[in-house]
């Protein structure tokens, strides 16, 4: 599975962006697709996601309410939807894929996943 994540740029506190993944050689309906981010120095971690049945993946606390991952199954894409950014969003955002066998715990992490996009980077600042 090729990914391709884009979207990312720099926006002022309070304000929105739309990433997307753009995901070749599999249907996404046939995959679980997570959306992870990593700010300098810290951990990667788990935004959201959507599991192959459509069904959303848990949301970090720090974004419930205000992000939304989304599919579209004509462009075969994965959105992550962010609202009313702070400057502690500011991060590398990656999508990933994981098998459709892959059980829900094993999605909360990176180590869940086999196939990574390079990143787009996601910046809050005024």
């Known amino acids: 599975v090729q990914l391709q994540a884009s979207g990312g740029g720099l926006v002022q506190p309070g304000g929105s962006l739309r990433l997307s993944c753009v995901v070749a050689g599999r249907t996404i309906s046939t995959v679980n697709m997570g959306w992870f981010r990593q700010a300098q120095g810290k951990e990667r971690e788990l935004i959201g996601g959507?599991?192959?049945?459509?069904?959303?993946?848990r949301y970090a606390d720090s974004v419930k309410g205000r992000f939304t991952v989304s599919r579209d199954n004509a462009k075969n894409t994965v959105d992550l939807q962010m609202n009313s950014l702070k400057p502690e969003d500011t991060a590398v955002y990656y999508c990933a894929a994981a098998s459709k066998a892959k059980i829900l715990s094993t999605l909360w992490s990176p180590g869940g996943y086999e196939d990574w996009g390079p990143g787009t980077l996601v910046t809050v600042s005024s």
């Open positions: 959507i599991r192959w049945t459509g069904v959303n993946i």
